[in-house]
């Protein structure tokens, strides 16, 4: 019962970012927003703490958690340092007319299915890490044909240090 709780109030936290992400992140974009963080040539890993722009957030990405209302922006840290999330998984949405339902089915298919599995070790109910997703909004859609959904990792006992790639827990 905790974990559906805490799934659905994850799920609520994603759907209040993709729509925040509608506004100020399509005028920061046509603007010259924020880009990326500085990261390393072959890994590709965040190797500085940087404010980068939402859409410059990639697989991989260890992250502070996002406030509500309009987000732009996100504060990735490399792995190695005290983080909130982490994006471990990402899809691509096919494309057509914009779908909240279809996009929200898919997400959590993928978000809190097989690549949640593969990326803990376990099953996301026998796991004690929670997951939500970060997906397009009906703006985003129609405005930067983003079609991304990316899932996020967190520990609700807090912070972690390093990924949870393999955690097992």
Not at 50 to 72: H, P, Q, R, W, Y
Not at 119 to 147: H, M
Request: proline share 4%.
């Amino acid at each position: 019962m905790m974990k559906t709780r805490t799934r659905l109030a994850m799920a609520g936290s994603a759907a209040i970012l993709a729509v925040a992400l509608s506004g100020c992140s399509v005028i920061d974009g046509i603007l010259g927003g924020k880009g990326d963080a500085p990261r390393d040539e072959e890994s590709g890993q965040v190797t500085e703490s940087s404010n980068i722009d939402i859409f410059s957030l990639k697989v991989g990405d260890c992250k502070m958690a996002s406030g509500t209302g309009m987000i732009e922006d996100t504060d990735v840290v490399p792995c190695d340092q005290p983080h909130d999330e982490e994006v471990f998984f990402e899809f691509k949405v096919d494309d057509g007319e914009y779908d909240d339902a279809a996009i929200t089915a898919a997400a959590e298919t993928q978000c809190y299915g097989q690549p949640f599995t593969d990326f803990v070790g376990l099953d996301y109910n026998s796991s004690s890490l929670d997951a939500a997703y970060i997906s397009p909004s009906k703006d985003t859609w129609e405005q930067l044909n983003d079609r991304v959904v990316q899932c996020i990792i967190a520990d609700p006992a807090g912070q972690t240090t390093g990924s949870l790639k393999g955690s097992a827990r």
